[in-house]
């Protein structure tokens, strides 16, 4: 029996590696919110979507939406997806792995496309 290999698909969490970062930006690995589907991230190698932080000075950031209780580690912790920090990422070189959240539901999922739609106005 042959078993596909794994490929990230939209709305799903992974692991990633942020390194290296520059200012501002996500570093270390962290958990990370998929935005581009399989098929993309299958043939580029590439992942497009937005870092999540269990760092608690963002429940004041209005660019973060708060996205369910972290797991692993942090457990209980509010966990939030970094809406004004989109990314991409090649994912097979950065070695990233499944998250044990899986998915984000579907309600937060929502709610971060439309925050991130409020910030660069695609639609």
């Not at 290999?5 to 958990?31: L, Y």
């Not at 000075?57 to 997806?81: I, L």
């Amino acid at each position: 029996m042959v078993i596909a290999a794994w490929v990230p698909d939209r709305q799903e969490i992974i692991w990633i590696d942020c390194n290296p970062q520059v200012g501002r930006e996500m570093r270390d690995v962290h958990p990370f919110l998929v935005l581009s589907p399989r098929a993309f991230n299958d043939k580029t190698s590439l992942v497009i979507g937005l870092p999540m932080t269990t760092a608690e000075y963002n429940a004041d950031n209005p660019f973060a939406v708060v996205a369910g209780n972290a797991a692993v580690r942090k457990a209980g912790k509010a966990s939030y997806v970094l809406c004004h920090q989109p990314k991409s990422f090649d994912w097979r070189l950065r070695a990233a792995t499944p998250h044990p959240l899986v998915r984000l539901d579907d309600v937060f999922f929502m709610q971060v496309c439309e925050r991130l739609n409020q910030i660069i106005q695609l639609a």
